[in-house]
């Protein structure tokens, strides 16, 4: 499987920004999804993840009610919908597969396949 995150940029704290991830290959319902975070001189960190059903999903506490996590299996693809954006959710956001696809994980080391990062800046 094959990754490839998008959709980062500069946002002002308070704005939106969608993180789109689209994956190769015709077995993408059968990962489980996550997103990951890197700051600057910090380790990566587990933002939200989600079954390959779609029906079940977890997140960060500090991103809860702020963050969606989504997918579209006929597209392929996994989204994080980040609203209410402050300045400590600025970083490299990483998304990653899991399987098997109906075990969510927040340890990235039950990730098999990961993107390559899109950055996220949020502004004071």
């Known amino acids: 499987v094959q990754l490839q995150a998008c959709g980062g940029g500069l946002v002002q704290a308070g704005g939106s920004l969608r993180l789109s991830c689209t994956a190769s290959?015709?077995?993408?319902?059968?990962?489980?999804m996550g997103w990951f975070r890197q700051a600057p001189g910090k380790e990566r960190e587990f933002v939200a993840s989600?079954?390959?059903?779609?029906?079940?999903?977890n997140y960060k506490d500090s991103v809860k009610g702020r963050f969606t996590i989504s997918r579209d299996n006929a597209k392929n693809a996994v989204y994080l919908q980040m609203n209410s954006l402050k300045p400590e959710d600025t970083a490299v956001y990483y998304c990653?597969?899991?399987?098997?696809?109906?075990?969510?994980?927040?340890?990235?080391?039950?990730?098999?396949?990961w993107g390559q990062g899109t950055q996220v800046t949020v502004s004071s």
């Open positions: 989600i079954t390959g059903s779609g029906v079940i999903t």
């Open positions: 990653a597969a899991s399987s098997p696809s109906y075990l969510l994980r927040s340890d990235e080391r039950g990730y098999d396949y």
């Open positions: 290959g015709r077995t993408f319902s059968t990962y489980a």
